[in-house]
C-alpha cells in the first residue's frame, strides 16, 4: 500500500481566491496551480493500494451488505 497525505487547497481561478473542494496530493494540485497555498488543517492519509492483489483485498473489505428494504416509508 501507498501512503498519501492529500489537503484542501486554497487556488486562484478567475481572478479570484477560493478553496478546493476536494483533497489533492500536493503534485497533482501542482500541475494546474502552481501557486496553490495548502490548508495544513485539512490533511488526511489515504492508503493507495499498489498491486491489483492489494486492490481486490481492499474491495472485499470495503463492501457492505445491504440492508433489506423494509415498509419504513
Sequence with gaps: MIRE???FWQIQWAGR???TFTR???EA???EHP???RIDDSREIRMK???PTERSLAQSHNRRP???LGSNF
Aim: a negative charge; charged letters at 30%.
Design 17 to 19: 481566491w477560493m478553496s
Design 24 to 26: 489533492f496530493t500536493e
Design 35 to 37: 501557486e496553490a497555498i
Design 29 to 31: 494540485v501542482r500541475k
Design 49 to 51: 493500494a499498489e498491486s
Design 66 to 68: 445491504v440492508a433489506a
Design 5 to 7: 497525505e492529500v489537503y
